[in-house]
């Protein structure tokens, strides 16, 4: 796909939503103005409840939340770093616990360690583990930076809308799924709200479109970065099972 996009000059770029949420966003704007500094490492954790692990899975066997969720903090970080390439990873796994009794033969719980070109060291952490009923509706994650000049801790818990009904609250994802007690505006790609979508997933349809029709910037990943993306996560997937270090780019 690079390659014919060489080729023939096309357009092509990749959704990872977590760019369009607004915290992230300001996040990058404090970077790009240098307020940090050279980035000397940081962390990002997500976690999640075992109803959606379980429905996931239930779609495809091999979405681990490594696979189908934690690539989207790696795209993150890297978009963070960016010109900064991941070199190596080193990552650890706990099973048997959660899934494994339901099936699935997967990671209940995965760190990893990436370190990049300049010796950054990221911590990257996903679990979908919670209880069914606990009131996330989404992914829960902090993101934190430490930086030659400066840090930042961006808190993306959701814990600052709470809602208690006896009425049930009905998962976006998982229609047939409800909770009593909802952390509103944990939804990962958004919620509709008066009549609109909004969130993530508007935020990055309505740049795409924009970028289409009046050819105004976007930050959506590109190609290049995508496939950086995609070969860090293999990485983190690949390192967790062997219990081994693997570098980066990938020996394919």
Same mark, same amino acid.
């Given at each position: 796909?690079?390659?014919?996009?060489?080729?023939?000059?096309?357009?092509?770029?990749?959704?990872?939503?977590?760019?369009?949420?607004?915290?992230?966003?300001?996040?990058?704007?404090?970077?790009?103005?240098?307020?940090?500094?050279?980035?000397?490492?940081?962390? &990002?954790?997500?976690?999640?409840?075992?109803?959606?692990?379980?429905?996931?899975?239930?779609?495809?066997?091999?979405?681990?939340?490594?696979?189908?969720?934690?690539?989207? !903090? %790696?795209?993150?970080?890297?978009?963070?770093? =960016?010109?900064?390439?991941? %070199?190596?990873?080193?990552?650890?796994?706990?099973?048997?616990?959660?899934?494994?009794?339901?099936?699935?033969?997967?990671?209940?719980?995965?760190?990893?360690?990436?370190?990049?070109?300049?010796? &950054? %060291?990221?911590?990257?952490? %996903?679990?979908?583990?919670?209880?069914?009923? !606990?009131?996330?509706?989404?992914?829960?994650?902090?993101?934190?930076?430490?930086?030659?000049?400066?840090?930042?801790?961006?808190?993306?818990?959701?814990?600052?809308?709470?809602?208690?009904?006896?009425?049930?609250?009905?998962?976006? !994802?998982?229609?047939?799924?409800?909770?009593?007690?909802?952390?509103?505006?944990?939804?990962?790609?958004? =919620?509709? &709200?008066?009549?609109?979508?909004?969130?993530?997933?508007?935020?990055?349809?309505? &740049?795409?479109?924009?970028?289409?029709?009046?050819?105004?910037?976007?930050?959506?990943?590109?190609?290049?970065?995508?496939?950086?993306?995609?070969?860090?996560?293999?990485?983190?997937?690949?390192?967790?099972?062997?219990?081994?270090?693997?570098?980066?780019?990938?020996?394919?």
């Amino acid at each position: 796909m690079l390659a014919m996009l060489t080729q023939t000059g096309g357009e092509l770029r990749v959704g990872y939503s977590r760019r369009y949420k607004e915290c992230f966003l300001r996040a990058k704007e404090q970077i790009l103005q240098g307020r940090l500094g050279q980035i000397i490492g940081g962390t &990002a954790r997500v976690y999640n409840s075992r109803a959606q692990a379980f429905n996931i899975l239930k779609r495809d066997p091999h979405a681990t939340p490594v696979l189908d969720v934690l690539t989207y !903090y %790696v795209d993150l970080m890297c978009w963070f770093l =960016e010109g900064n390439p991941p %070199v190596e990873v080193v990552a650890r796994g706990k099973r048997g616990i959660v899934f494994k009794p339901a099936g699935h033969d997967v990671d209940d719980m995965t760190w990893a360690i990436v370190t990049f070109a300049d010796g &950054a %060291v990221i911590n990257l952490g %996903v679990s979908y583990s919670l209880p069914a009923q !606990y009131p996330a509706q989404g992914q829960s994650s902090r993101v934190e930076l430490l930086g030659a000049d400066g840090s930042m801790m961006i808190d993306d818990d959701h814990l600052d809308h709470l809602l208690y009904t006896e009425q049930g609250v009905p998962h976006g !994802y998982m229609p047939d799924h409800t909770v009593n007690m909802a952390f509103l505006g944990s939804n990962t790609p958004g =919620e509709w &709200a008066v009549g609109n979508f909004w969130g993530p997933l508007g935020n990055e349809t309505r &740049a795409w479109l924009d970028h289409l029709a009046t050819g105004s910037p976007t930050v959506h990943t590109t190609p290049r970065q995508a496939r950086i993306n995609l070969e860090t996560t293999i990485a983190i997937q690949r390192a967790a099972a062997s219990g081994k270090p693997i570098r980066l780019p990938l020996e394919i």
